[in-house]
């Protein structure tokens, strides 16, 4: 019965069963299924499944959505319960759209992704100045900043962002990732990025990495 319970969610976030989720993800809590079972073989698992699919170039940008926004709906429903039941996040990230560009659907996506893996997330939005994502890390703690830049023009203020960092002095205390149709590893190296990701599946498998090394 349980793991039919699981099981049905997951199935439903895979479906992008909005209402299906939320639904299923109450009777789960009603039925006694532990916070803990739900997010990890549920929605994350869930998730994870989708990830893998976009990547393969299984499915696309549309569905990913549907099932994120999905996701968020069982999310909702748990997160109250999260710090009664000493769940935490796996790590703090401030995400944001770099000085200089407006284009967010990426980044949306990203951030989803990210919340959907239980990182906390704070996002910045679009046209993040350098200062911001430093104060992020001096007085909010974020472990990692992930930046998104569509604009070739944009990409600059990657590497502007890294310098406030450095100038700061608080470089060493923050993994960044960038990414973002025209960032490539190669640009990421040549800003001295600690990570790359060419989509929103990879972003969450690169934050896991960075965050198993040590700061
Ligand atoms: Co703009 N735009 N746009 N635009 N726009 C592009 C990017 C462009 C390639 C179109 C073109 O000319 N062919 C071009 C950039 C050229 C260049 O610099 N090389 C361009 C331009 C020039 C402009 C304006 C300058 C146009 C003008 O006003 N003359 C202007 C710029 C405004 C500004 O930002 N200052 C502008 C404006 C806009 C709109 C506002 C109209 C709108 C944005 C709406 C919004 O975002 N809310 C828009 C759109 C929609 C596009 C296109 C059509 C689509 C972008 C998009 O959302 N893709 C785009 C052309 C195209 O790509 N076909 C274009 C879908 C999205 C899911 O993909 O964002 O790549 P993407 O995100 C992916 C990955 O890149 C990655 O994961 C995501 C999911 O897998 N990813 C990350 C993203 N961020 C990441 C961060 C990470 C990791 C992965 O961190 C680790």
Excluded: W
């Excluded at 909005?18 to 998730?47: C, H, P, Q, W, Y």
């Excluded at 990913?64 to 968020?72: N, R, T």
């Excluded at 923050?174 to 990879?202: H, L, R």
């Amino acid at each position: 019965m349980r793991d039919k319970i699981l099981q049905d969610i997951k199935d439903a976030l895979q479906e992008g069963d909005r209402d299906g989720v939320a639904e299923k993800t109450r009777f789960a809590l009603n039925s006694g299924v532990e916070i803990k079972a739900i997010l990890d073989n549920s929605l994350i698992a869930g998730m994870e499944i989708i990830g893998g699919k976009f990547k393969r170039n299984e499915i696309f940008i549309p569905e990913v959505l549907i099932s994120a926004k999905a996701m968020h709906a069982g999310m909702a429903i748990l997160e109250p319960y999260f710090t009664k039941h000493g769940i935490k996040p796996i790590g703090k990230v401030a995400i944001g759209t770099v000085k200089g560009d407006l284009h967010d659907i990426g980044k949306n996506i990203v951030s989803m992704m990210l919340k959907g893996a239980c990182f906390d997330i704070e996002d910045f939005g679009i046209d993040v100045p350098p200062e911001k994502f430093v104060d992020a890390v001096k007085t909010k703690g974020a472990e990692i900043l992930v930046l998104s830049a569509l604009l070739t023009t944009s990409m600059n203020s990657m590497r502007d962002t890294i310098a406030a960092l450095k100038y700061a002095g608080v470089r060493d205390k923050v993994k960044v990732m960038v990414g973002g149709a025209p960032v490539t590893q190669g640009f990421a190296d040549s800003i001295e990025a600690d990570g790359y990701a060419k989509d929103a599946a990879t972003a969450v498998d690169k934050a896991k990495e960075l965050l198993s090394k040590a700061i």
